[in-house]
């Protein structure tokens, strides 16, 4: 003999389960738009692919935290700029081979 | 054909799949209407809050995290939801659901039986009624509602005997399977 007590008189038949389970459905459907699958996917990969942008990112940036190892680029960048500045100030064009040997 | 597990089908159903979610529904209804049952104490108002907490679940099934545990989820759905129906004491006078089993002649001493029940669990906790009508009404192991209810499976049996013990009392006769 089993110890269970029989609650059966409280359980919805099968048939009234299928009808319960058809009306839900029915709602819950009606409610929320189907998911295109891309969309899903976007949903589901998107924080994945946010994170590791962000972590691409602050591997790019870091370096340049640090003061450059290359002061003659450094000096060059400079007199190159330095070079376009007089240009923009003066308003004389600069001999092509100048800014060149600026440059270089 | 083997079947699915609940988080296969979840995940389905974040996809889109309404046969999925249909399958999850039809799976786990009888438990929540029975702790809508154990919540509410009314057999109709119980399945109108299974159907809401479905419709809830359905509607925030991106949230779940644990799609393995959903009939958890569900249950604790229900539950809230029904804790907070009976707190406000508002209970819908005007519900869209479907009929109530037309009672033939041969129902009579079954609603009777279910009256009996019914007014016998209103002496039990809230939880011990859970635990009974999961364990005796539904079959459910007690590893599966100590996962369900948040509970360590020792105080799941100790609700289950208590509970037991108080509806034998109470009950002049309880049919035994």
């Known amino acids: 003999m089993s110890d269970r007590i029989d609650f059966s008189p409280l359980t919805p038949s099968e048939k009234r389960l299928d009808q319960l389970t058809a009306r839900i459905t029915a709602k819950a459907f009606a409610t929320k738009p189907k998911v295109h699958p891309v969309l899903a996917d976007l949903r589901r990969f998107g924080a994945a692919v946010v994170v590791v942008s962000a972590l691409l990112a602050g591997v790019a940036w870091v370096p340049a935290l640090w003061p450059s190892r290359t002061p003659v680029k450094q000096q060059q960048t400079s007199l190159s700029a330095h070079a376009l500045a007089e240009w923009a100030q003066s308003g004389e064009v600069p001999a092509e081979i100048d800014l060149l040997e600026e440059t270089r | ?177």
């Open chain 2, 1 to 177: 054909m083997v079947d699915e597990d609940d988080s296969a089908l979840v995940a389905r159903a974040r996809l889109g799949d309404e046969s999925a979610f249909t399958t999850l529904v039809r799976r786990h209804l009888r438990a929540a209407i029975a702790v809508g049952i154990a919540v509410l104490h009314n057999p109709t108002e119980a399945e109108d809050l299974a159907q809401e907490a479905f419709v809830i679940a359905w509607q925030s099934l991106d949230t779940s995290r644990e799609p393995g545990r959903f009939a958890g989820w569900v249950l604790s759905i229900v539950r809230n939801r029904g804790l907070n129906r009976l707190q406000a004491q508002r209970v819908r006078a005007e519900r869209d659901v479907v009929e109530e089993e037309p009672m033939t002649y041969g129902d009579a001493e079954r609603v009777a039986l279910k009256q009996e029940l019914l007014a016998a669990l209103q002496h039990l906790t809230q939880v011990q009624r859970e635990v009974v009508l999961l364990h005796d009404l539904e079959s459910w192991s007690h590893a599966e509602i100590s996962a369900a209810l948040n509970m360590s499976e020792v105080s799941s049996r100790q609700h289950l005997f208590q509970a037991r013990r108080v509806l034998r009392g109470l009950m002049a006769e309880v049919p035994n399977e």
